[in-house]
């Protein structure tokens, strides 16, 4: 009885011994190495032209709009940072073959709020783990993972942002500040909408078409959705409208592409950390960490 009670508190000890360099130790530098990965990833998002930071501006890249099953759109985005500063589009009409070009106002730009809030998100995560600098002890294993799942929310929503554009409603669509950024001014059949999808930059132009106040369709007003189907209903002042084609365009940013990958990666290294930390919780359930 004796030697099993020596042999668990050696065991006890060295677990705690373990635990103890798990703390003092293996915690920072997961946490350096997350810092590293996050840096690089505020890096993608502010592309200064010095290479220096945020406090350069932005450079500016241009991404030519293309789908593989229509040649209905075709255009250039400019992107600088987190807003678009150039936009010129050509829209080939379906019915007539006519073709509308527009393109932004010189004096206006477009936040991409998806852009900003993910930035702002992988700063609120850098913050947060630079408050946990070498200095700093770490007591317990409670509050290692309570770091870990602050820094994860902020990644999660990071991510979030770019992989799950707004639902917006057609007349949500319509009173958008978007429609006024074009010179000339759009005409009162189209609708542009502009999203980030992931790694992509996607521009989507509605065609409308105002139903007859006899009109024998039954009317039904369309939800939120990213992206309006044709036969998609809404009203707007006074007319009914219909929406009766849909053009998508997208273009591959790649520098999202390489966000979303530290985002990844962040997410697995703080959970991997959690994992081990709560190995330790099972052996003592009874301690407070």
Same mark, same amino acid.
């Given at each position: 009885?004796?030697?099993?009670? $020596?042999?668990? $508190? ?22 350096? %190495? ?29 991404? /030519? ?37 527009? $393109?932004?106002?010189?004096?206006? %730009?477009?936040?991409?709020? %998806? /852009? ?20 700093? %002890? ?34 949500? /669509? ?32 509605? =065609?409308?078409? $105002? ?59 703080? =959970?991997?950390?959690?994992?081990? /930390? ?12």
């Amino acid at each position: 009885m004796a030697t099993a009670m $020596a042999a668990t $508190a050696a065991e006890r000890a060295v677990l705690e011994e373990e635990f103890r360099w798990l703390l003092h130790d293996e915690v920072h530098a997961v946490l350096r %190495q997350l810092q590293d990965i996050l840096k690089e990833a505020s890096l993608r998002f502010t592309l200064s032209c010095s290479g220096t930071g945020t406090e350069a501006p932005a450079k500016q890249e241009n991404f /030519i709009l293309g789908s593989c099953s229509t040649d209905q759109v075709k255009g250039v985005l400019t992107l600088q940072g987190d807003a678009l500063s150039q936009a010129d589009v050509n829209l080939k009409m379906p019915r007539n073959n006519q073709l509308l070009h527009f $393109a932004f106002r010189e004096d206006k %730009q477009w936040k991409l709020q %998806q /852009i900003q809030d993910a930035r702002n998100h992988v700063s609120q995560a850098i913050y947060l783990l630079a408050n946990r600098d070498e200095s700093y %002890q770490f007591r317990t294993g409670a509050e290692v993972l309570k770091l870990m799942d602050a820094v994860m929310l902020q990644l999660t929503r990071a991510r979030n942002r770019l992989t799950t554009p707004a639902t917006l409603t057609l007349p949500e /669509i319509a009173a958008s500040g978007l429609t006024r950024m074009f010179a000339p001014a759009l005409p009162s059949d189209l609708l542009v909408n502009v999203y980030i999808n992931l790694n992509k930059l996607c521009l989507t132009v509605y =065609q409308l078409h $105002a139903l007859q106040p006899n009109s024998t369709k039954n009317f039904r007003p369309a939800g939120g959705a990213v992206l309006h189907s044709p036969g998609a209903m809404f009203e707007w002042g006074s007319q009914r409208l219909e929406v009766s084609h849909v053009h998508k365009v997208e273009c591959v940013i790649p520098w999202l592409n390489d966000a979303l990958v530290f985002f990844t990666v962040s997410l697995q290294l703080c =959970q991997q950390l959690k994992d081990k /930390i709560s190995v330790f919780s099972s052996y003592w359930s009874y301690r407070p960490f």
